[in-house]
Nanobody, 122 residues
């Protein structure tokens, strides 16, 4: 089993950068892909990106491609989401999730964190 805790959210201005962390507990973390999703009020959950078990492969949603970067440190059981050139439309609750495959579908991910709020003011 894997438990996930996100941190690093906050209030920033458009154009700023922010780094989110997803800290995991559990022996299966290093064998799990980790995805990031976000959900804004009144909107459906959106795929942000995902990273494979060993960090060799990453995939991103079209709306964040080129601005966001996912990395992981399996020795620290942590995955990071580096967000640059933030826009007001990036405002949402951000969730990390662990699952067997680095894919877009949220159904792949068995374990979810509680989320962290990111607010970008314009």
């Amino acid at each position: 089993q894997v438990q996930l805790v996100e941190s690093g959210g906050g209030l920033v201005q458009a154009g700023d950068s922010l780094r989110l962390s997803c800290a995991a507990s559990g022996r299966t973390f290093s064998t799990s892909a980790v995805g990031w999703f976000r959900q804004a009020p009144g909107q459906e959950r959106e795929f942000v990106g995902t990273i494979s078990r060993n960090g060799a492969n990453t995939y991103y949603g079209d709306s964040v491609k080129g601005r966001f970067t996912i990395s992981r440190d399996n020795a620290k059981n942590t995955v990071y989401l580096q967000m640059n050139s933030l826009k007001s439309e990036d405002t949402a609750v951000y969730y990390c999730a662990a699952g067997p495959l680095a894919v877009r579908s949220s159904r792949n991910y068995n374990y979810w964190g509680q989320g962290t709020q990111v607010t970008v003011s314009s």
